[in-house]
């Protein structure tokens, strides 16, 4: 599928299939002709066939195997231009047909995410501390990060579930309810943290956006100054939560403890966190060949 731009360095969309492997690029033309008669793409075009290209995708991620007219409905355009996109993921290996009227992902995805991992070495960090902590301790342990008002998880291991632990997850969990979400929008200072809370309490359809942000920055606060972790009892889900923020590399991440049956003391909450916060930025540093020696890390 293409969309050619307009004159000598228009650009196009294109889903090429590559020897084992599909890939998504957009490429320069230099010298693009369009037939007579034809419109001539904007610009623009190929960058939202791009756009649905991966939201395509990612609906699939979320929801499993759907059919041309659902993804259409999702997307909000005609059927068959859904079916056209559908048609071009398939040829490039990242959608396949499981049945006959239902698309799903297929394997050129898992390479694509594979290569992508690797250039995102605090996955592996977060990944190794998260499974340390649950070993050593038995409490649940996650590491994410703040992207567009959403909490996106590197790693984390539950003790409620079967223990498995789960990669990069872009989560839907509230920042309001989650210690995870509320350190990280701390760290955006009052204001940021205020407006975060605000529209997470107002997409979970919450009373009380005007005065629980105010709350929850206080209660915060309160924690850091006294504990030097963000450490609650009771809150959201679970019996107990406690959570640090750290920087790597101009990034700013989080680690949580957290558990439905036990309610470690603050200062040992800490010791666990600051543990966990060292193997990550240890594992980090091997990954990587920086140093990054603990002083310094909040400079990075």
Known sequence: MRAPGAGSQGFAFSLDAAPGIGYLKIMRNTHSKIPAGKR???DGDSVQALERGMRVLALLARHGPMSASALAAELGVHQSSASRLLRALVKSGFVCKPSFQRFALDAAVLVFAGMALERFPVTAAAVTACNEIYARTGLSAAVAMLRQGRLVYLARIDQSTDASTVLVDNSDFPLHESSLGLILSHSLGRNGMLAELKASLKRAGCAGAGTEPRRLHALTARSLRSHGILYTRGFGRNRFNASICFPIGGERYALA??????????????????????????????RTGRNLSRGRAHAE
Not at 271 to 276: I, K, N, Q, T
């Open 40 to 42: 001539v793409p904007r």
């Open 257 to 286: 403890v957290y558990s439905k049956t036990r309610v470690p003391s603050p200062a040992r909450a800490c010791a666990v966190l600051e543990s966990g916060k060292a193997r990550v930025l240890e594992v980090w540093e091997k």
